[in-house]
């Protein structure tokens, strides 16, 4: 009968009346596929440093109170906690400010579209009430910066029979 060894490889071994032969996907190609137990154990690692805003500032948080928790160990680094924590302090108070002014530029923005779509109308409205009262042929329109209708061009006559 075949063996399949811990390290997948076949071997022979003496054949026994009745013994029968491994099932197809009991039999390894090669050594280690698809066993588990044998890959190589996970590293331990530190975790990776955070790259958004709030990430890092959690990170220099982490590190204030771990400094604060140790620090009769680390005397000769109090003074740069504390730098590190005003410091801390002014970046979380230069974010909210930041936050505050994408809203009130959102706000502003908000408004501005809602104030040019109202005047687009209304110039619209008002550009139509002009022609009404000067006529669409006036030139006086052209002082609003309204285009008087002139006639459309007369073709040619050997123009207009070609085409």
Request: proline share 4%.
């Given at each position: 009968m075949r063996a399949v060894s811990s390290a997948g490889a076949i071997s022979e071994r003496d054949t026994e009346a009745g013994a029968e032969e491994p099932k197809q996907d009991e039999v390894r190609r090669h050594g280690g596929a698809g066993d588990t137990s044998l890959a190589a154990p996970e590293r331990?690692?530190?975790?990776?440093?955070?790259?958004?805003?709030?990430?890092?500032l959690g990170d220099i948080q982490i590190l204030i109170v771990a400094l604060a928790a140790n620090g009769e160990d680390l005397p000769h680094l109090e003074t740069s906690r504390a730098k590190l924590e005003k410091m801390l302090g002014q970046a979380y108070d230069?974010?909210?400010?930041?936050?505050?002014?994408?809203?009130?530029?959102?706000?502003?923005?908000?408004?501005?579209?809602?104030?040019?779509?109202?005047?687009?109308?209304?110039?619209?409205?008002?550009?139509?009430?002009?022609?009404?009262?000067?006529?669409?042929?006036?030139?006086?329109?052209?002082?609003?910066?309204?285009?008087?209708?002139?006639?459309?061009?007369?073709?040619?006559?050997?123009?207009?029979?070609?085409?």
């Open positions: 331990k690692t530190m975790p990776r440093r955070h790259t958004t805003q709030a990430g890092m230069a974010a909210t400010q930041q936050a505050n002014a994408a809203a009130v530029k959102q706000e502003a923005t908000k408004q501005l579209q809602t104030l040019r779509a109202d005047s687009t109308r209304l110039g619209n409205a008002l550009r139509a009430m002009i022609k009404e009262h000067y006529g669409v042929r006036s030139e006086k329109l052209a002082e609003f910066g309204i285009q008087p209708f002139r006639g459309r061009p007369r073709k040619g006559k050997g123009e207009g029979a070609a085409e």
